[in-house]
């Protein structure tokens, strides 16, 4: 009776139900905190607020405490009373306070806990089974007696009067406990089947959870990286734009003091100009001629003389300016260290793609920066060249890649179909196996009719995306056979990755058709 007293106590008396998350009020009684909110809710459309159980009364909504100590108690309780908790059966007859029953009789419809059942009738009538709410189940619904047997003819639990006169008359039947042993063996059979399944799943899982912890690993570890290449960018582009000023103060500072030189040189012979023009102007105002006549000439400089002239003697001119151009080229060739600091630190390297006009096919015409390949209408004159495509409008690249990580980007003009690749130099240069794609040799990213393709060896893939921006990426890693290609757009959209085992340099090649034009970004 103790735990039922003290269930009593952890009830809320709000829902009659034990707490839940429980919250006090500032006059010390508890409530589960969805119960009193929604009390609280409700007495705000009334205007006031009051405690449910003594009626104290709040002139503003009451703050809710958090009762731990409670929450702690629950919780421990509810773990000492699991039947209780789980099933909320109790025994019919202790009506003084709830008892969590032990057993239900199918006989009598009733519930007992341990004391009560320790009275009840021991006859093979009353039928025990566990504590349970829903004991005209266990009766049949036609007859009103205890369920005894199994039909497995019907798969229908019945009772006596069905097996002797009812339905199920003549039917092979059995004991509820043999056929629900049966039953059990073969919810056993099943469960072996499971298990390795179950163990499966969960290997998948471990496996899946030990390649997400090491992709975490290595997102951390690649942020890292991240903040230390842009840590050092940032001290780069400190020291560039510490040179950059540093020569702009350096042609300020010469310059400046040319000029102010020059200045002082020319105010020396203002001063002396003035000395002379006082003495003119007094033998001027001198009336005696005698005296006149016996002053000695005075020489003066004619205007534009060497001697109001800078620049003869290595001076500097009034033209003279900063040199722009030396300022740019040394911000220029810092930011180009920065750049070969990243690729270098990031072990990608980005190749001077040239493209081999001896390989061209007579509609393809290479630019003369041989950076641009675009669809002729006519067939060009070209010399002969073992190396020419035949058949397909198709040009690669003069130099392969054989090792590394490259990076190169081109561009197309989204204007008639092009593809973009990579090839080994042994691809034929006729037939129907020199197109990119359609060979073991060769693999490309095709822009067809609005649509992304890939080729490889006569696979063809059409992908989801497509074409939206004008500029492509292409990644290779030789040694570790990858080949990727993503579409510059804001953020970077990857389109595909090849993987093979790579067996001879590989050469950019081009193919390009109904007035396309594709270019290689410097």
């Known amino acids: 009776m103790a735990s039922a007293e003290l269930r009593d106590e952890l009830n809320c008396s709000i829902c009659l139900s034990l707490y839940t998350d429980p919250v006090s009020l500032r006059c010390g009684h508890n409530f589960c905190r969805s119960c009193i909110v929604s009390v609280l809710d409700a007495q705000e459309a009334a205007g006031g607020y009051s405690c449910p159980d003594c009626r104290a009364e709040y002139p503003e909504r009451p703050a809710l405490e958090k009762n731990r100590k409670l929450r702690n108690i629950v919780e421990h309780f509810s773990s000492t009373q699991p039947d209780m908790e789980e099933t909320r059966i109790f025994c019919t007859y202790c009506t003084k306070s709830p008892v969590p029953a032990v057993k239900s009789c199918a006989h009598c419809e009733a519930s007992f806990c341990e004391e009560h059942l ?9 039928m025990l089974v566990d504590p349970t709410d829903s004991l005209e189940e266990r009766k049949c619904s036609t007859h009103k007696e205890v369920l005894k047997y199994y039909c497995p003819i019907d798969a229908a639990c019945i009772c006596v009067s069905c097996c002797l006169a009812g339905d199920h008359k003549g039917h092979d039947v059995e004991l509820l406990d043999e056929a629900s042993e049966k039953k059990k063996e073969k919810f056993r059979e099943y469960l072996h089947e499971l298990n390795p399944r179950k163990a499966e799943i969960q290997t998948r899982v471990q496996n899946l959870q030990d390649h997400k912890g090491k992709i975490q690993e290595k997102a951390s570890d690649k942020r890292k990286n991240i903040s230390k290449i842009f840590m050092d960018i940032k001290k780069q582009l400190e020291m560039a734009e510490k040179k950059a000023l540093s020569e702009v103060s350096r042609q300020e500072e010469k310059i400046v003091s040319q000029i102010s030189d020059l200045i002082k040189k020319l105010e020396i012979q203002e001063d002396e100009l003035s000395r002379k023009m006082r ?16 002053e000695s000439d005075i020489t003066v400089c004619s205007h534009g003389g060497d001697e109001d002239r800078g620049g003869d003697d290595g001076e500097v001119s009034s033209e003279e300016d900063l040199d722009e151009v030396l300022i740019s080229l ?32 007579r509609r393809v015409k290479v630019s003369e920066d041989l950076k641009t390949a675009t669809i002729s209408e006519e067939k060009q004159e070209m010399p ?5 495509f035949v058949d397909y409008s198709q040009v690669l690249s003069r130099c392969g890649l054989s090792s590394g990580r490259h990076y190169w980007e081109v561009e197309w003009d989204q204007i008639g179909d092009c593809a973009i690749g990579f090839s080994y130099p042994s691809i034929e240069r006729e037939g129907r196996q020199s197109c990119i794609g359609l060979n073991d040799k060769s693999w490309s990213l095709d822009m067809y009719d609005g649509e992304y393709k890939v080729y490889h060896n006569t696979d063809v893939l059409t992908l989801s995306v497509k074409p939206t921006c004008l500029t492509l990426g292409v990644f290779l890693d030789y040694e570790a056979g990858r080949l990727s290609f993503y579409e510059l757009c ?28 594709v270019t290689i970004r410097s």
């Open 490 to 517: 804001d953020p970077i959209r990857h389109l595909h990755t090849f993987t093979a085992s790579f067996t001879e340099p590989l050469h950019v090649v081009f193919c390009v058709d109904y007035g396309a034009s």
């Open 330 to 361: 040394t911000l220029l060739r810092s930011m180009r260290d920065i750049v070969t600091t990243v690729t270098s630190e990031l072990r990608v390297h980005v190749p001077d793609i040239l493209l081999d006009v001896d390989t061209a096919h």
């Open 384 to 388: 002969e060249s073992p190396g020419r």
């Open 279 to 294: 003495h003119v102007e007094e033998m001027c105002r001198v009336t005696d001629p005698i005296t006149l006549l016996q």
């Open 118 to 126: 320790s009275r009840h009738s021991k006859s093979p009538e009353h």
